[in-house]
Protein backbone atom coordinates (compact mmCIF):
# COMPACT_ATOMS: atom_id res chain seq x y z
CA UNK A 1 0.00 0.00 0.00
CA UNK A 2 1.03 3.41 -0.64
CA UNK A 3 2.37 5.68 2.03
CA UNK A 4 0.37 8.31 3.55
CA UNK A 5 0.53 11.90 2.00
CA UNK A 6 2.56 13.74 4.80
CA UNK A 7 0.37 16.73 4.99
CA UNK A 8 -3.07 14.52 5.24
CA UNK A 9 -3.78 13.01 8.89
CA UNK A 10 -3.52 8.92 8.78
CA UNK A 11 -7.16 7.45 9.02
CA UNK A 12 -7.76 6.83 12.64
CA UNK A 13 -7.53 2.74 13.68
CA UNK A 14 -10.94 1.51 14.65
CA UNK A 15 -9.05 -0.53 17.15
CA UNK A 16 -9.48 -3.69 18.72
CA UNK A 17 -12.85 -4.35 18.15
CA UNK A 18 -12.54 -4.26 14.54
CA UNK A 19 -9.82 -6.09 14.55
CA UNK A 20 -11.42 -8.93 16.82
CA UNK A 21 -14.47 -9.05 14.35
CA UNK A 22 -12.28 -9.50 11.32
CA UNK A 23 -9.93 -12.29 13.16
CA UNK A 24 -13.68 -14.02 14.44
CA UNK A 25 -14.49 -13.83 10.27
CA UNK A 26 -10.99 -15.36 9.43
CA UNK A 27 -11.66 -18.17 12.06
CA UNK A 28 -14.95 -18.87 10.10
CA UNK A 29 -14.12 -18.12 6.79
CA UNK A 30 -15.00 -21.70 4.71
CA UNK A 31 -12.48 -20.04 2.05
CA UNK A 32 -9.12 -19.99 1.84
CA UNK A 33 -8.35 -17.01 -0.24
CA UNK A 34 -10.81 -14.56 1.24
CA UNK A 35 -9.27 -15.79 4.72
CA UNK A 36 -5.45 -15.12 3.41
CA UNK A 37 -6.67 -11.82 1.88
CA UNK A 38 -8.13 -10.73 5.15
CA UNK A 39 -5.37 -11.97 7.25
CA UNK A 40 -3.02 -9.44 4.38
CA UNK A 41 -5.72 -7.08 5.41
CA UNK A 42 -5.66 -6.70 8.92
CA UNK A 43 -2.02 -6.97 9.61
CA UNK A 44 -1.95 -4.31 7.14
CA UNK A 45 -4.20 -2.37 8.86
CA UNK A 46 -2.67 -2.83 12.72
CA UNK A 47 0.42 -1.63 10.83
CA UNK A 48 -1.28 1.98 10.32
CA UNK A 49 -1.72 1.39 6.62
CA UNK A 50 -4.69 4.52 5.71
CA UNK A 51 -5.94 2.53 2.66
CA UNK A 52 -6.15 -1.01 4.53
CA UNK A 53 -7.48 0.90 7.71
CA UNK A 54 -10.46 1.87 5.05
CA UNK A 55 -10.91 -1.14 3.36
CA UNK A 56 -11.13 -3.50 6.38
CA UNK A 57 -13.56 -0.65 8.16
CA UNK A 58 -16.52 -0.43 5.00
CA UNK A 59 -15.72 -4.67 5.21
CA UNK A 60 -17.00 -4.45 7.95
CA UNK A 61 -19.69 -1.23 8.30
CA UNK A 62 -22.25 -3.34 7.61
CA UNK A 63 -23.75 -6.96 6.53
CA UNK A 64 -25.00 -6.66 3.18
CA UNK A 65 -28.39 -6.76 2.81
CA UNK A 66 -31.04 -9.07 1.88
CA UNK A 67 -33.55 -6.68 -0.26
CA UNK A 68 -34.84 -5.80 -3.45
CA UNK A 69 -32.29 -7.96 -5.37
CA UNK A 70 -31.39 -10.36 -2.76
CA UNK A 71 -27.91 -9.80 -2.26
CA UNK A 72 -25.64 -7.68 -4.37
CA UNK A 73 -21.86 -6.47 -3.86
CA UNK A 74 -18.39 -5.98 -4.52
CA UNK A 75 -16.57 -9.58 -4.15
CA UNK A 76 -14.23 -9.84 -0.61
CA UNK A 77 -13.92 -10.94 2.39
CA UNK A 78 -16.04 -9.11 5.34
CA UNK A 79 -19.75 -9.22 5.65
CA UNK A 80 -20.39 -6.09 3.57
CA UNK A 81 -18.79 -8.45 0.64
CA UNK A 82 -19.98 -10.55 -1.56
CA UNK A 83 -18.11 -14.05 -0.44
CA UNK A 84 -18.30 -17.90 0.44
CA UNK A 85 -19.21 -17.15 4.06
CA UNK A 86 -22.07 -14.67 2.96
CA UNK A 87 -23.82 -16.88 0.41
CA UNK A 88 -23.33 -20.02 2.67
CA UNK A 89 -25.65 -17.79 4.96
CA UNK A 90 -28.32 -16.44 2.32
CA UNK A 91 -28.07 -20.34 1.06
CA UNK A 92 -28.75 -21.44 4.86
CA UNK A 93 -31.86 -18.79 5.35
CA UNK A 94 -33.44 -19.55 2.23
CA UNK A 95 -33.67 -23.10 3.59
CA UNK A 96 -35.00 -22.37 6.66
CA UNK A 97 -37.27 -19.90 5.64
CA UNK A 98 -38.75 -22.90 3.03
CA UNK A 99 -38.66 -25.52 5.85
CA UNK A 100 -39.57 -23.86 8.93
CA UNK A 101 -41.30 -20.27 7.47
CA UNK A 102 -43.40 -22.05 5.54
CA UNK A 103 -43.46 -25.76 6.53
CA UNK A 104 -42.88 -27.09 3.00
CA UNK A 105 -42.24 -30.19 3.10
CA UNK A 106 -38.86 -31.29 0.86
CA UNK A 107 -38.51 -27.73 -1.16
CA UNK A 108 -37.68 -27.90 -4.37
CA UNK A 109 -35.00 -25.23 -5.54
CA UNK A 110 -33.62 -24.24 -8.64
CA UNK A 111 -29.79 -22.98 -9.19
CA UNK A 112 -28.02 -20.90 -12.20
CA UNK A 113 -25.65 -18.59 -12.51
CA UNK A 114 -23.47 -16.47 -14.72
CA UNK A 115 -20.21 -16.45 -16.14
CA UNK A 116 -18.57 -13.85 -13.45
CA UNK A 117 -15.83 -15.10 -10.93
CA UNK A 118 -16.67 -16.95 -8.21
CA UNK A 119 -20.41 -17.49 -10.01
CA UNK A 120 -20.13 -21.64 -10.27
CA UNK A 121 -18.56 -22.05 -6.57
CA UNK A 122 -21.41 -20.13 -5.11
CA UNK A 123 -23.94 -21.36 -6.98
CA UNK A 124 -22.90 -25.29 -5.99
CA UNK A 125 -22.28 -24.46 -2.69
CA UNK A 126 -26.08 -23.30 -2.16
CA UNK A 127 -26.78 -26.73 -3.94
CA UNK A 128 -24.77 -28.21 -1.46
CA UNK A 129 -25.89 -26.82 1.97
CA UNK A 130 -29.85 -26.63 0.64
CA UNK A 131 -29.27 -30.63 0.05
CA UNK A 132 -27.85 -31.04 3.49
CA UNK A 133 -31.01 -29.27 5.02
CA UNK A 134 -33.38 -31.18 3.19
CA UNK A 135 -34.45 -29.38 -0.35
CA UNK A 136 -34.45 -31.37 -3.88
CA UNK A 137 -32.11 -29.35 -5.68
CA UNK A 138 -31.69 -28.93 -9.49
CA UNK A 139 -28.32 -26.72 -10.38
CA UNK A 140 -28.16 -25.81 -14.37
CA UNK A 141 -24.72 -27.98 -15.44
CA UNK A 142 -23.24 -24.52 -16.66
CA UNK A 143 -23.55 -21.16 -16.86
CA UNK A 144 -26.23 -19.60 -18.20
CA UNK A 145 -29.10 -16.63 -18.47
CA UNK A 146 -31.16 -15.53 -15.57
CA UNK A 147 -34.55 -15.83 -17.86
CA UNK A 148 -33.77 -19.31 -17.89
CA UNK A 149 -33.86 -19.99 -14.29
CA UNK A 150 -37.11 -17.65 -13.97
CA UNK A 151 -38.48 -19.68 -16.15
CA UNK A 152 -37.05 -23.01 -15.00
CA UNK A 153 -38.98 -21.97 -11.55
CA UNK A 154 -42.73 -21.94 -13.24
CA UNK A 155 -41.43 -24.71 -15.72
CA UNK A 156 -40.96 -27.53 -13.02
CA UNK A 157 -42.79 -25.84 -10.38
CA UNK A 158 -40.28 -25.32 -8.28
CA UNK A 159 -40.59 -23.80 -4.63
CA UNK A 160 -37.94 -21.64 -5.34
CA UNK A 161 -35.06 -20.37 -7.58
CA UNK A 162 -31.63 -18.81 -7.14
CA UNK A 163 -29.68 -16.97 -9.85
CA UNK A 164 -25.86 -16.62 -9.06
CA UNK A 165 -25.55 -12.91 -10.91
CA UNK A 166 -24.79 -9.35 -11.00
CA UNK A 167 -26.49 -8.48 -13.74
CA UNK A 168 -24.73 -5.81 -15.49
CA UNK A 169 -22.36 -4.24 -12.20
CA UNK A 170 -18.93 -4.23 -12.67
CA UNK A 171 -16.65 -6.90 -13.12
CA UNK A 172 -15.44 -6.79 -9.38
CA UNK A 173 -19.33 -7.60 -8.00
CA UNK A 174 -21.52 -10.69 -7.74
CA UNK A 175 -25.07 -11.33 -6.57
CA UNK A 176 -27.49 -13.77 -5.65
CA UNK A 177 -31.51 -13.01 -6.29
CA UNK A 178 -34.13 -14.99 -5.54
CA UNK A 179 -37.70 -16.15 -6.49
CA UNK A 180 -40.12 -17.84 -5.04
CA UNK A 181 -42.85 -20.40 -6.78
CA UNK A 182 -44.71 -23.42 -6.22
CA UNK A 183 -46.20 -24.14 -2.90
CA UNK A 184 -43.82 -21.13 -1.65
CA UNK A 185 -46.20 -18.45 -3.77
CA UNK A 186 -49.67 -17.77 -5.04
CA UNK A 187 -50.04 -17.70 -8.21
CA UNK A 188 -49.67 -14.18 -9.53
CA UNK A 189 -46.11 -14.45 -7.45
CA UNK A 190 -44.83 -17.98 -9.38
CA UNK A 191 -41.60 -17.63 -10.67
CA UNK A 192 -41.20 -13.66 -9.19
CA UNK A 193 -38.81 -11.82 -7.63
CA UNK A 194 -39.31 -11.85 -3.78
CA UNK A 195 -41.41 -8.98 -2.07
CA UNK A 196 -42.19 -8.35 1.79
CA UNK A 197 -43.16 -10.26 3.91
CA UNK A 198 -40.65 -13.05 2.06
CA UNK A 199 -37.38 -10.67 1.78
CA UNK A 200 -37.83 -10.03 5.03
CA UNK A 201 -38.56 -13.46 6.47
CA UNK A 202 -35.26 -14.71 4.79
CA UNK A 203 -33.16 -11.62 5.73
CA UNK A 204 -34.37 -12.84 9.54
CA UNK A 205 -33.17 -16.32 8.96
CA UNK A 206 -29.88 -15.39 7.36
CA UNK A 207 -29.31 -13.39 10.08
CA UNK A 208 -30.27 -16.25 12.46
CA UNK A 209 -27.78 -18.38 10.97
CA UNK A 210 -24.81 -20.03 13.33
CA UNK A 211 -21.42 -20.01 12.49
CA UNK A 212 -20.77 -20.76 8.67
CA UNK A 213 -18.57 -23.87 9.39
CA UNK A 214 -21.30 -25.48 11.36
CA UNK A 215 -23.79 -25.22 8.33
CA UNK A 216 -24.16 -28.86 7.28
CA UNK A 217 -22.79 -28.94 3.88
CA UNK A 218 -23.74 -32.40 1.42
CA UNK A 219 -21.32 -33.87 -0.76
CA UNK A 220 -23.79 -34.40 -3.30
CA UNK A 221 -27.38 -35.81 -3.77
CA UNK A 222 -28.53 -33.14 -6.07
CA UNK A 223 -29.54 -32.87 -9.93
CA UNK A 224 -28.18 -31.69 -13.06
CA UNK A 225 -30.70 -29.96 -15.14
CA UNK A 226 -28.84 -30.06 -18.62
CA UNK A 227 -29.73 -28.96 -22.02
CA UNK A 228 -33.55 -30.27 -21.66
CA UNK A 229 -34.13 -27.20 -19.80
CA UNK A 230 -32.36 -25.01 -22.08
CA UNK A 231 -34.40 -26.85 -24.76
CA UNK A 232 -37.79 -26.49 -23.51
CA UNK A 233 -37.04 -22.57 -22.82
CA UNK A 234 -36.21 -22.10 -26.44
CA UNK A 235 -39.31 -23.95 -27.39
CA UNK A 236 -41.26 -21.75 -25.58
CA UNK A 237 -40.01 -18.35 -26.21
CA UNK A 238 -39.37 -19.48 -30.49
CA UNK A 239 -43.44 -19.95 -30.27
CA UNK A 240 -43.85 -15.76 -30.36
CA UNK A 241 -42.53 -14.57 -33.20
CA UNK A 242 -45.63 -15.55 -36.43
CA UNK A 243 -43.82 -17.76 -38.54
CA UNK A 244 -44.77 -16.26 -41.33
CA UNK A 245 -43.79 -13.16 -40.98
CA UNK A 246 -41.47 -11.32 -43.00
CA UNK A 247 -37.50 -12.41 -42.05
CA UNK A 248 -35.56 -9.93 -44.83
CA UNK A 249 -33.89 -8.37 -41.91
CA UNK A 250 -29.93 -7.80 -41.00
CA UNK A 251 -29.21 -8.08 -37.09
CA UNK A 252 -25.86 -7.06 -35.22
CA UNK A 253 -25.99 -8.70 -31.59
CA UNK A 254 -24.20 -8.00 -28.83
CA UNK A 255 -24.08 -10.39 -25.32
CA UNK A 256 -21.96 -7.49 -23.61
CA UNK A 257 -19.47 -10.64 -22.69
CA UNK A 258 -22.27 -12.06 -20.61
CA UNK A 259 -24.13 -15.21 -21.17
CA UNK A 260 -26.28 -14.52 -23.97
CA UNK A 261 -24.57 -15.47 -27.06
CA UNK A 262 -25.54 -18.89 -27.23
CA UNK A 263 -29.32 -18.84 -26.69
CA UNK A 264 -29.96 -15.38 -28.66
CA UNK A 265 -28.52 -16.77 -31.85
CA UNK A 266 -30.04 -20.23 -31.06
CA UNK A 267 -33.30 -18.50 -30.47
CA UNK A 268 -33.09 -15.82 -33.68
CA UNK A 269 -31.76 -18.96 -36.38
CA UNK A 270 -34.40 -21.59 -34.62
CA UNK A 271 -37.16 -18.74 -35.88
CA UNK A 272 -35.97 -17.80 -39.32
CA UNK A 273 -33.54 -14.91 -38.75
CA UNK A 274 -30.28 -16.21 -41.27
CA UNK A 275 -28.54 -13.36 -41.13
CA UNK A 276 -27.29 -11.94 -37.32
CA UNK A 277 -23.73 -10.70 -36.72
CA UNK A 278 -22.26 -11.38 -33.46
CA UNK A 279 -19.66 -8.96 -31.86
CA UNK A 280 -16.91 -11.20 -31.88
CA UNK A 281 -15.20 -9.43 -29.12
CA UNK A 282 -18.18 -9.25 -27.10
CA UNK A 283 -19.89 -12.37 -27.62
CA UNK A 284 -17.99 -14.87 -25.25
CA UNK A 285 -18.26 -14.91 -21.70
CA UNK A 286 -15.48 -12.69 -19.93
CA UNK A 287 -15.74 -11.91 -16.42
CA UNK A 288 -13.56 -8.70 -16.61
CA UNK A 289 -15.45 -6.99 -19.44
CA UNK A 290 -12.47 -6.08 -20.97
CA UNK A 291 -14.35 -3.92 -24.05
CA UNK A 292 -16.45 -1.92 -21.90
CA UNK A 293 -15.86 0.09 -18.82
CA UNK A 294 -19.42 -0.49 -17.20
CA UNK A 295 -20.96 -3.84 -18.51
CA UNK A 296 -24.61 -2.00 -19.10
CA UNK A 297 -25.96 -0.94 -22.72
CA UNK A 298 -27.57 1.76 -21.43
CA UNK A 299 -23.66 3.19 -20.72
CA UNK A 300 -22.27 5.75 -23.13
CA UNK A 301 -19.75 3.67 -25.83
CA UNK A 302 -20.87 0.24 -24.17
CA UNK A 303 -22.52 -0.73 -27.73
CA UNK A 304 -19.71 0.60 -29.36
CA UNK A 305 -18.31 -1.66 -31.12
CA UNK A 306 -21.70 -3.37 -32.06
CA UNK A 307 -22.66 0.04 -33.82
CA UNK A 308 -19.15 -0.24 -35.47
CA UNK A 309 -20.17 -3.38 -36.81
CA UNK A 310 -23.56 -2.13 -37.88
CA UNK A 311 -22.39 0.48 -39.89
CA UNK A 312 -19.95 -2.09 -41.60
CA UNK A 313 -22.67 -4.71 -42.56
CA UNK A 314 -25.45 -2.46 -43.65
CA UNK A 315 -27.36 -3.55 -40.11
CA UNK A 316 -31.21 -2.70 -39.77
CA UNK A 317 -31.19 -3.06 -35.93
CA UNK A 318 -28.28 -3.46 -33.47
CA UNK A 319 -29.58 -5.95 -30.58
CA UNK A 320 -28.26 -5.48 -26.85
CA UNK A 321 -27.91 -8.00 -23.90
CA UNK A 322 -26.92 -7.08 -20.69
CA UNK A 323 -24.51 -10.00 -18.97
CA UNK A 324 -27.39 -11.49 -17.97
CA UNK A 325 -29.43 -11.35 -20.67
CA UNK A 326 -32.42 -10.34 -18.87
CA UNK A 327 -32.24 -7.06 -20.27
CA UNK A 328 -32.88 -6.42 -24.08
CA UNK A 329 -31.30 -2.70 -25.88
CA UNK A 330 -31.89 -1.84 -29.43
CA UNK A 331 -29.97 0.40 -31.77
CA UNK A 332 -31.71 1.63 -34.97
CA UNK A 333 -30.36 4.43 -37.43
CA UNK A 334 -32.26 7.32 -36.63
CA UNK A 335 -33.44 9.97 -39.86
CA UNK A 336 -33.85 12.59 -38.01
CA UNK A 337 -30.32 12.81 -36.61
CA UNK A 338 -28.79 10.92 -39.59
CA UNK A 339 -27.05 8.31 -37.32
CA UNK A 340 -27.27 5.53 -35.15
CA UNK A 341 -29.17 5.76 -31.92
CA UNK A 342 -29.92 3.51 -29.13
CA UNK A 343 -33.78 3.48 -28.43
CA UNK A 344 -34.42 4.69 -24.84
CA UNK A 345 -36.03 1.85 -22.27
CA UNK A 346 -39.61 4.20 -22.88
CA UNK A 347 -39.13 4.13 -26.77
CA UNK A 348 -38.74 0.78 -27.02
CA UNK A 349 -40.96 -0.06 -24.66
CA UNK A 350 -44.02 1.31 -26.30
CA UNK A 351 -42.65 -0.31 -29.58
CA UNK A 352 -43.06 -3.44 -27.81
CA UNK A 353 -46.39 -3.05 -26.31
CA UNK A 354 -47.70 -1.51 -30.05
CA UNK A 355 -46.53 -4.24 -32.24
CA UNK A 356 -47.94 -7.41 -29.40
CA UNK A 357 -51.07 -5.29 -29.45
CA UNK A 358 -51.25 -4.76 -33.68
CA UNK A 359 -49.01 -8.03 -34.51
CA UNK A 360 -49.76 -10.92 -31.78
CA UNK A 361 -53.53 -9.88 -30.20
CA UNK A 362 -52.70 -9.02 -27.09
CA UNK A 363 -55.56 -8.28 -25.01
CA UNK A 364 -54.82 -7.95 -21.33
CA UNK A 365 -53.30 -5.72 -18.73
CA UNK A 366 -50.21 -4.02 -19.89
CA UNK A 367 -48.66 -3.09 -17.23
CA UNK A 368 -45.34 -0.88 -16.85
CA UNK A 369 -43.58 1.08 -13.99
CA UNK A 370 -44.00 4.58 -11.79
CA UNK A 371 -41.21 5.90 -13.64
CA UNK A 372 -41.65 4.42 -16.74
CA UNK A 373 -43.44 6.74 -19.51
CA UNK A 374 -47.02 7.49 -19.66
CA UNK A 375 -46.83 6.45 -23.52
CA UNK A 376 -47.57 2.77 -23.04
CA UNK A 377 -51.06 3.69 -21.11
CA UNK A 378 -52.47 5.56 -24.11
CA UNK A 379 -51.67 3.06 -26.54
CA UNK A 380 -53.06 0.34 -24.59
CA UNK A 381 -56.39 3.16 -23.95
CA UNK A 382 -56.53 3.68 -27.68
CA UNK A 383 -56.21 -0.36 -28.42
CA UNK A 384 -58.71 -1.21 -26.04
CA UNK A 385 -56.81 -2.15 -23.42
CA UNK A 386 -56.54 -2.02 -19.72
CA UNK A 387 -53.22 -0.30 -18.68
CA UNK A 388 -51.81 -0.79 -15.15
CA UNK A 389 -49.12 1.01 -13.38
CA UNK A 390 -47.16 -0.32 -10.61
CA UNK A 391 -44.14 0.23 -7.80
CA UNK A 392 -40.43 0.11 -9.31
CA UNK A 393 -39.25 -2.96 -10.64
CA UNK A 394 -39.97 -6.34 -12.25
CA UNK A 395 -41.04 -7.99 -9.04
CA UNK A 396 -44.31 -5.75 -8.76
CA UNK A 397 -44.73 -5.57 -12.69
CA UNK A 398 -45.28 -9.05 -13.07
CA UNK A 399 -47.64 -8.97 -10.25
CA UNK A 400 -49.83 -6.64 -12.47
CA UNK A 401 -53.12 -8.84 -12.47
CA UNK A 402 -54.03 -9.95 -16.07
CA UNK A 403 -50.47 -9.20 -16.92
CA UNK A 404 -50.08 -10.01 -20.66
CA UNK A 405 -47.19 -7.57 -21.11
CA UNK A 406 -45.00 -5.07 -18.82
CA UNK A 407 -41.78 -3.04 -18.79
CA UNK A 408 -39.59 -0.70 -17.18
CA UNK A 409 -37.62 2.03 -18.27
CA UNK A 410 -34.37 0.39 -17.52
CA UNK A 411 -34.59 -2.23 -20.89
CA UNK A 412 -36.40 -4.68 -19.45
CA UNK A 413 -39.53 -6.02 -20.58
CA UNK A 414 -41.67 -9.44 -19.85
CA UNK A 415 -43.39 -10.10 -23.11
CA UNK A 416 -44.40 -13.60 -22.07
CA UNK A 417 -45.50 -13.89 -18.72
CA UNK A 418 -46.82 -17.11 -18.50
CA UNK A 419 -43.49 -18.73 -19.87
CA UNK A 420 -40.80 -16.09 -17.61
CA UNK A 421 -42.88 -14.30 -15.40
CA UNK A 422 -39.63 -11.40 -14.88
CA UNK A 423 -38.17 -9.40 -17.88
CA UNK A 424 -36.49 -11.80 -20.64
CA UNK A 425 -33.91 -9.96 -23.09
CA UNK A 426 -34.22 -13.33 -24.95
CA UNK A 427 -37.68 -13.03 -25.86
CA UNK A 428 -37.77 -9.63 -26.50
CA UNK A 429 -34.69 -10.00 -28.61
CA UNK A 430 -36.87 -11.77 -30.75
CA UNK A 431 -39.83 -9.61 -31.31
CA UNK A 432 -37.24 -6.51 -31.69
CA UNK A 433 -35.92 -8.65 -34.48
CA UNK A 434 -39.67 -9.15 -35.91
CA UNK A 435 -40.54 -5.35 -35.08
CA UNK A 436 -37.68 -4.46 -37.40
CA UNK A 437 -38.42 -6.92 -40.24
CA UNK A 438 -41.87 -6.10 -40.65
CA UNK A 439 -40.73 -2.53 -40.69
CA UNK A 440 -38.41 -2.86 -43.52
CA UNK A 441 -41.07 -5.09 -45.38
CA UNK A 442 -43.15 -2.10 -45.19
CA UNK A 443 -40.71 0.13 -46.25
CA UNK A 444 -40.79 2.47 -43.28
CA UNK A 445 -38.43 2.04 -39.68
CA UNK A 446 -39.23 1.61 -36.10
CA UNK A 447 -38.54 5.40 -35.73
CA UNK A 448 -41.34 5.87 -37.88
CA UNK A 449 -43.72 3.82 -36.00
CA UNK A 450 -42.77 6.45 -33.40
CA UNK A 451 -43.57 9.48 -35.19
CA UNK A 452 -46.80 7.76 -36.21
CA UNK A 453 -47.43 7.16 -32.42
CA UNK A 454 -46.67 10.35 -31.52
CA UNK A 455 -49.11 11.44 -34.57
CA UNK A 456 -51.99 9.98 -32.53
CA UNK A 457 -51.33 10.60 -28.78
CA UNK A 458 -48.38 13.44 -28.65
CA UNK A 459 -44.76 12.65 -28.22
CA UNK A 460 -43.58 11.39 -24.92
CA UNK A 461 -40.25 12.30 -24.62
CA UNK A 462 -38.19 10.80 -21.37
CA UNK A 463 -34.79 11.07 -19.29
CA UNK A 464 -33.14 11.02 -16.16
CA UNK A 465 -30.52 12.84 -13.72
CA UNK A 466 -29.08 10.52 -11.03
CA UNK A 467 -26.84 12.18 -8.65
CA UNK A 468 -24.70 9.37 -6.92
CA UNK A 469 -23.40 10.16 -3.31
CA UNK A 470 -20.82 8.94 -1.09
CA UNK A 471 -22.30 9.57 2.29
CA UNK A 472 -25.85 7.59 2.32
CA UNK A 473 -27.71 10.59 4.53
CA UNK A 474 -27.54 12.85 1.81
CA UNK A 475 -30.06 11.01 0.35
CA UNK A 476 -33.06 11.73 2.97
CA UNK A 477 -31.59 15.06 2.96
CA UNK A 478 -32.30 16.05 -0.84
CA UNK A 479 -35.84 13.89 -0.43
CA UNK A 480 -36.96 16.52 2.80
CA UNK A 481 -35.47 19.30 0.89
CA UNK A 482 -37.70 18.51 -1.97
CA UNK A 483 -40.41 17.54 0.24
CA UNK A 484 -40.28 21.21 2.14
CA UNK A 485 -39.69 23.26 -0.71
CA UNK A 486 -40.57 21.65 -4.10
CA UNK A 487 -40.71 23.46 -7.39
CA UNK A 488 -43.96 25.46 -7.70
CA UNK A 489 -43.37 25.62 -11.66
CA UNK A 490 -41.66 23.03 -14.26
CA UNK A 491 -40.45 24.56 -17.89
CA UNK A 492 -42.68 27.49 -16.79
CA UNK A 493 -45.75 25.80 -16.17
CA UNK A 494 -47.43 25.59 -12.80
CA UNK A 495 -46.99 22.65 -10.67
CA UNK A 496 -50.46 20.92 -10.43
CA UNK A 497 -49.76 17.81 -8.38
CA UNK A 498 -47.11 17.47 -5.71
CA UNK A 499 -47.70 14.07 -4.56
CA UNK A 500 -45.32 12.34 -2.05
CA UNK A 501 -45.79 8.65 -2.35
CA UNK A 502 -44.59 7.38 0.69
CA UNK A 503 -48.64 7.74 1.53
CA UNK A 504 -49.62 5.49 -0.72
CA UNK A 505 -52.69 5.06 -2.03
CA UNK A 506 -53.81 8.42 -0.74
CA UNK A 507 -52.49 10.10 -3.83
CA UNK A 508 -53.55 9.72 -7.47
CA UNK A 509 -51.43 6.76 -8.04
CA UNK A 510 -53.35 4.58 -6.17
CA UNK A 511 -50.16 2.63 -5.40
CA UNK A 512 -48.56 0.98 -1.69
CA UNK A 513 -46.53 3.76 0.12
CA UNK A 514 -42.80 3.96 -1.36
CA UNK A 515 -40.34 6.14 -0.97
CA UNK A 516 -40.37 8.93 -3.87
CA UNK A 517 -42.06 12.21 -4.35
CA UNK A 518 -44.09 12.88 -7.69
CA UNK A 519 -44.79 16.33 -9.54
CA UNK A 520 -46.48 16.93 -12.30
CA UNK A 521 -47.49 20.73 -14.12
CA UNK A 522 -50.18 22.15 -16.22
CA UNK A 523 -48.25 21.42 -19.37
CA UNK A 524 -48.21 17.56 -18.58
CA UNK A 525 -44.40 17.37 -17.90
CA UNK A 526 -44.09 15.34 -15.19
CA UNK A 527 -40.73 14.08 -12.68
CA UNK A 528 -40.42 11.20 -10.32
CA UNK A 529 -38.03 11.63 -7.23
CA UNK A 530 -37.11 8.65 -5.55
CA UNK A 531 -33.91 7.00 -3.81
CA UNK A 532 -32.08 3.88 -6.08
CA UNK A 533 -33.08 0.70 -4.86
CA UNK A 534 -29.50 -1.38 -5.59
CA UNK A 535 -27.26 1.78 -6.11
CA UNK A 536 -26.00 5.19 -3.59
CA UNK A 537 -28.01 7.31 -5.82
CA UNK A 538 -30.77 9.41 -6.14
CA UNK A 539 -32.82 9.37 -9.34
CA UNK A 540 -34.89 11.99 -11.03
CA UNK A 541 -36.98 10.65 -13.72
CA UNK A 542 -38.49 13.22 -16.82
CA UNK A 543 -40.73 13.48 -18.70
CA UNK A 544 -42.23 15.87 -21.00
CA UNK A 545 -45.36 15.89 -23.54
CA UNK A 546 -44.93 17.72 -26.81
CA UNK A 547 -48.33 17.81 -29.06
CA UNK A 548 -47.76 16.68 -32.52
CA UNK A 549 -50.24 18.50 -35.00
CA UNK A 550 -51.66 16.46 -37.84
CA UNK A 551 -49.61 16.45 -41.13
CA UNK A 552 -46.47 17.43 -39.12
CA UNK A 553 -43.53 16.48 -41.50
CA UNK A 554 -40.26 14.71 -40.91
CA UNK A 555 -38.63 17.50 -40.81
CA UNK A 556 -40.90 19.37 -38.71
CA UNK A 557 -40.99 16.08 -36.56
CA UNK A 558 -37.32 16.27 -36.56
CA UNK A 559 -37.89 19.66 -34.78
CA UNK A 560 -40.17 18.93 -32.23
CA UNK A 561 -38.01 16.03 -31.18
CA UNK A 562 -35.07 18.58 -30.70
CA UNK A 563 -37.12 20.47 -29.07
CA UNK A 564 -38.00 17.88 -26.60
CA UNK A 565 -34.53 17.72 -26.10
CA UNK A 566 -34.00 20.60 -24.94
CA UNK A 567 -36.92 20.99 -22.38
CA UNK A 568 -35.65 17.79 -21.14
CA UNK A 569 -32.20 19.46 -20.76
CA UNK A 570 -33.92 22.74 -19.30
CA UNK A 571 -36.03 20.45 -16.51
CA UNK A 572 -32.82 18.61 -15.62
CA UNK A 573 -30.72 22.07 -15.17
CA UNK A 574 -33.90 22.98 -12.93
CA UNK A 575 -34.10 19.99 -10.57
CA UNK A 576 -30.14 19.76 -9.92
CA UNK A 577 -30.57 23.19 -8.90
CA UNK A 578 -33.56 22.16 -6.47
CA UNK A 579 -31.76 19.21 -5.20
CA UNK A 580 -28.28 21.87 -4.54
CA UNK A 581 -26.59 20.24 -7.10
CA UNK A 582 -26.41 23.14 -9.87
Not at 120 to 146: K, M, N, Y
Not at 175 to 202: H, M, T
Not at 407 to 435: F, H, N, Q, T
Not at 533 to 552: F, H, I, M, N, S
Request: hydrophobic fraction near 40%; charged fraction near 25%.
Amino acid sequence: MPPQDAGSPAPADPGPTLHERAEAWIADDPNPATRSALTSLLEQARAGDGPAIDELTDAFSADLQFGTAGLRGRMGPGPHRMNLAVVSRAARGLADHLLGDLGIESPAVVIGYDARYRSQDFAETSAAILTAAGCRVHLLERFGPTPLVAFAVRHLEADAGIVVTASHNPPADNGYKVYLGGRAAEEDGRGVQIVPPSDGQIAARIAAVGPVLAIPVAAGGWDQLGEGLREDYLAAICALPDPEGPRDVRIVHTAMHGVGTETALAALHRTGFPEVHPVAKQADPDPDFPTVSFPNPEEPGAIDLALELARTVEADVVIANDPDADRCAAAVHDAHRGDWRMLTGDELGVLLGDHLIRHHGYDGVLARSLVSSRWLDRVAQQAGREPATTLTGFKWIARAEGIVYGYEEAIGYCVLPEVVRDKDGLSAALMVAEMAALARAEGTTLIDRLDELAAVHGLFATSQLSIRVEDLARIPAMMKQLRTAPPTHLLGSAVTTTEDLSQGSVGTTGLPPTEGLLLRSADDTRVVVRPSGTEPKLKCYLEVVQDVPAGTSRAEMTSIRARSGERLEQLNGELREVLGQA
